[in-house]
């Protein structure tokens, strides 16, 4: 096991965290978690040996293996394949031991090691090696390339499958999903799942530490605490504490109102789709957490666009691509007030050139664009972020796009970022992506877009960040299309789904629960298909797996339906009982008898109203686990 006994650690003179007492047992898969800059980098070089605690006892079983992903990848001839492999050191060793035996023609050596090849699977590891290179997106044809023809995300996708491959006993990943596209987060979420190690994981996904997670380790105010149960979990036993301190309280209040407010506006607007029902939902379990975020520095909302055409944007027939490659074609899309698109599709095909083309930075090659006159565009993408002027600081930034406004607004418009104090005017160079993401993004919210188009908007922010974004979205009154990995802020902020595939644009009939199921479907269905981009069903087949899905489902339902119609029978006979125990003479002394009789019966409803609905809760949180 891992054991921490008052464990201090500095950086220099600042303490990142102190008197840390907690033990992470074997198999334990454990989420670290905290805002940026609180240590939990630092947590991995300690335990790495990269880093010296400076008081305290920390110690792990000496045997252990213990893998992590490397931040540096050389240019290497080494093709991919070979690179992954790389990362199981004893097969390498014994490949060596094997080739040196067989110079020597040392047969009995030979045997020996051909036993501890067979023992460690040696015989397997080139098919386990591209199953992991195909799981994180590349194709049959680019394991034989070389790693330095690979760019940087790429190079970090194959340190991944590197760290992967190694028979580790601790698993170290800091924030794994960065350079994932949502599929390829699909099948490193599945693996992690029946990773029999222990594993240590660094992230800002919500819903990737839920799946994965058992324990929360969450620093704060220099201490780590130890949580039992995934990331929401900790969620609500953390909501619990801070709603126990009075000056969180107010504030708790007040977010829970503020979240509340956009509940009831979306049941009340939301059709019958499964997209708004889902984002009901989804709004609904976020007035249970909010409490949890209610010390956070970032809150932002965006203000009301200046002007809100009909028609905001519109696609006609339209072809995109770069120089004579058609990427996709035959595109028809009106973007109008209030719409929430996401985009879906497998890692290169097309969903951030199609963003492109709708924030004009692409033309169409065939067919038409068309904007409204008065539209106000607000585009984030990660090139966005290389194009900050290094030498200005993030006040000078807004003040270029407000000449106007007082020095006061433009810090206090800031200082919701995360900007306060000195922050805002020092030079933006230094900064880390996660800070350029924030500033960026307080750009866009400043210049009130009418349109909205989001490019992995979240990838450098952490979770405070990100629920702060969450939550000024569900405000916005303009159109949005987002591309993004992170499926809490899919499902939190978006209604409709599109697919990018094979050259087209089709809406997708399903949440993203149901896309996870046809890529494990067409991939069950096509194992040996040399291409690593899923091939999704037909809708005739997702109509079929949400029919089987409903079909499950069917029973509990008609279990809740029928509770429901009995809390709503013994309500009404609580409440006719309550009205005869509201009249005056009942406590006469002539009625007394008919009085105690009232007041029993009262008592007993009230325990069956109480039992019934707990029954009806213990139904409603089966249905939602079955759904996941």
């Excluded at 199609?354 to 106000?376: N, Q, T």
């Excluded at 290389?386 to 003040?399: G, I, K, R, S, Y």
């Excluded at 005739?540 to 079909?551: L, Y």
């Amino acid at each position: 096991m891992l054991n921490f006994s008052n464990v201090t650690l500095r950086r220099g003179k600042r303490i990142l965290f102190e008197e840390v007492s907690m033990m992470l047992h074997p198999g334990w898969k454990t989420g670290i978690t905290g805002a940026n800059g609180t240590g939990k980098s630092s947590l991995f070089g300690l335990v790495l040996n990269s880093l010296q605690h400076d008081a305290g006892e920390f110690s792990l079983p000496s045997q252990w293996i213990i893998a992590h992903v490397a931040q540096e990848t050389p240019a290497l001839e080494t093709s991919a394949l070979d690179y992954a492999l790389d990362g199981d050191v004893e097969l390498r060793q014994l490949e060596k031991r094997l080739l040196a035996a067989e110079s020597v023609d040392d047969g009995t050596k030979l045997a020996e090691l051909h036993e501890q090849f067979h023992t460690i699977d040696g015989y397997t590891a080139k098919s386990r090696a591209a199953r992991l290179l195909h799981g994180l997106g590349f194709t049959t044809e680019q394991h034989d390339q070389p790693v330095k023809s690979f760019s940087g995300g790429w190079r970090m996708r194959l340190n991944l499958a590197q760290a992967l491959m190694c028979r580790s006993d601790l698993l170290l990943l800091d924030e794994p999903t960065n350079h994932l596209d949502l599929e390829a987060v699909f099948w490193l979420e599945d693996w992690l799942q029946s990773y029999p190690g222990s594993l240590l994981l660094i992230s800002h996904d919500r819903d990737f530490l839920d799946r994965i997670t058992d324990h929360i380790a969450h620093i704060e105010h220099q201490h780590i605490k130890l949580y039992t149960g995934n990331y929401s979990s900790f969620e609500m036993a953390r909501a619990e504490q801070l709603a126990q301190q009075s000056i969180a309280f107010s504030r708790q209040q007040k977010e829970i109102a503020h979240i509340q407010s956009f509940v009831d506006r979306f049941r009340a607007q939301a059709t019958k789709a499964r997209q708004a029902q889902s984002r009901i939902k989804a709004l609904e379990r976020m007035s249970k957490i909010a409490p949890a975020h209610v010390d956070s520095q970032f809150h932002f909302n965006f203000k009301s666009p200046e002007k809100l055409p009909d028609n905001l944007l519109k696609l006609e027939n339209s072809s995109v691509g770069y120089d004579d490659k058609i990427i996709i074609s035959n595109i028809d899309l009106t973007l109008s007030p209030g719409d929430r698109i996401g985009l879906l599709g497998p890692n290169g095909a097309g969903k951030s050139t199609l963003i492109k083309l709708m924030a004009g930075e692409l033309k169409s090659k065939h067919g038409k664009r068309s904007e409204a006159k008065d539209l106000k565009l607000g585009y984030f993408a990660q090139h966005q972020l290389e194009q900050l002027d290094d030498d200005a600081t993030p006040l000078v930034h807004l003040q270029r796009l407000d000449k106007y406004a007082t020095e006061k607004e433009l810090r206090m418009h800031l200082g919701h970022f995360g900007f306060q104090g000195e922050s805002a005017l020092d030079p933006v160079g230094p900064l880390s992506g996660g800070e350029k993401a924030r500033l960026v993004l307080s750009l866009i919210v400043y210049q009130r877009p009418s349109l909205l188009l989001l490019d992995e908007p979240t990838n450098h922010l952490d979770i405070e960040m990100r629920h702060a974004l969450i939550m000024a979205l569900q405000g916005y009154e303009g159109a949005m299309v987002i591309i993004s990995h992170d499926r809490h802020l899919l499902r939190t902020a978006t209604d409709k789904l599109l697919l990018v595939n094979a050259g087209k644009m089709t809406e997708f009939d399903g949440d993203l629960d149901n896309y996870k199921v046809a890529l494990k479907t067409a991939s069950d269905q096509d194992d040996s298909n040399d291409s690593s981009q899923p091939k999704m069903g037909s809708k005739k087949d997702q109509r079929r797996i949400d029919a089987e899905q409903r079909k499950l489902l069917q029973p509990i339902k008609n279990k809740i339906k029928k509770i429901e119609r009995e809390i709503e029978k013994i309500q009404l006979e609580k409440d006719k009982n309550h009205t005869a125990l509201s009249e005056a003479d009942i406590y006469d002394a002539v009625n007394k008898e008919k009085l105690n009789a009232l007041l029993v019966k009262q008592g007993e409803l009230s325990q069956c109203l109480d039992e019934t609905e707990q029954l009806w809760l213990e139904l409603q949180e089966e249905l939602e686990n079955q759904e996941e």
